[in-house]
C-alpha cells in the first residue's frame, strides 16, 4: 500500500509544492484548504500521478476538522505523514497598531488549527506506528524576535514547545514530530500579510534570494522519508542571504 501524507494548506506556497513533490514520489495524498478550486485543479492534475483526496476544510473550525477526518475514503485513511503546514502572519505593523481580530486569526490558524487537526489525526498516526511522522511548520519567528512579529512569532514558538511536548507524550509508539522553521521563502505569505499589497510583497523578495516553496518541500520529503528509528526534532532552514542581525537600541 502507497504511503499517504495529509497535507493542511495545500492550496499554495509549501503546501501545495508539497503535494506535488510528494506525489512526484508516488504518494498518495490528502490536500486540504479553504480554496475548493484551488483544491480541484490540484487535484485533476496529480490524480494523474497517484491517488488523490481533496477536503476543503478550515482549521479554524474544528468540527470542520474532525469532519473532514471523519470523512476519510477508506484508501486514504491510513495517514503515514501529517504535514500542518496551513498558516498565516498577519499585520506588520507594530503590536500597539494592530487591530485585535488579526491577532486571534493568528492564534486560531497557527495555534488551535494545528492542535486540532493534530488531535483529530493523533489516533491515526499511532495505530500506523513506525515511520509515521507529524511535520510542524514553524518559523524561524519562533525563535528570533524582531517588530512586527509579535503574535505571528509567538503562534510559531508555541509549534515549537508543542512539537517538543508530543515528542515526549508520543514516545513509544513509532511516531516522529518535527518542528520545520524556514526562515523567508517567497509565496503567497507577505501578500497575505500585507492583506493584498502586491508591491509590499514584491520589494521583500527584491535583490535576494529568498527559499523557494520547492525547497521546503524537498526538506518535508526527506524529514519524513528518514530512516523509522531518526526523529528531526527542528530544522531552521534560511536562505544564505538570511542571517541575524544587531540589537536595536533606542537613544534619546
Ligand atoms: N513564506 C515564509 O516566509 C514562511 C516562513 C516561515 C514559515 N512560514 C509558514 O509556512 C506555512 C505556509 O505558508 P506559505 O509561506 O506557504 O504561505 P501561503 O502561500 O500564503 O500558504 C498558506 C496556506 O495556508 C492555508 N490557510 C491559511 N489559513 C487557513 C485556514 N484558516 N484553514 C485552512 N487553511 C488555511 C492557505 O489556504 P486557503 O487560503 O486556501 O485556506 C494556504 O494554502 C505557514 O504556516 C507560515 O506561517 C512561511
Redesign the pocket.
Known sequence: MSKIVFI????????RAAATKFANEGWALVIT???EE?LKTLADELSKLVPVHYQT????DKNQVIAAVDALPEAFKNITCLIN?????LAPEPSQSVDLDDWHTMID??VK?LVSVTHALLPTLIKVGNGTSIIN?G??AGSWPYPGSHVYGATKAFVKQFSYNLRCDLQGTGVRVTDLA????E???TL?RTKGDQAASDALYQGTRALE?QDIANTMFYVATLPDHININRMEVMPTDQAWSSFAIHRQ
Open positions: 493542511t494548506g495545500a492550496t499554495s506556497g509549501f503546501g484548504g479553504r480554496r484551488r476544510m478550515d482549521v479554524r503546514n496551513a498558516g498565516l502572519a490558524t497557527n488549527g511548520v518559523s524561524i524556514p526562515g523567508i521563502a509565496t503567497e505569505f497575505v516553496a
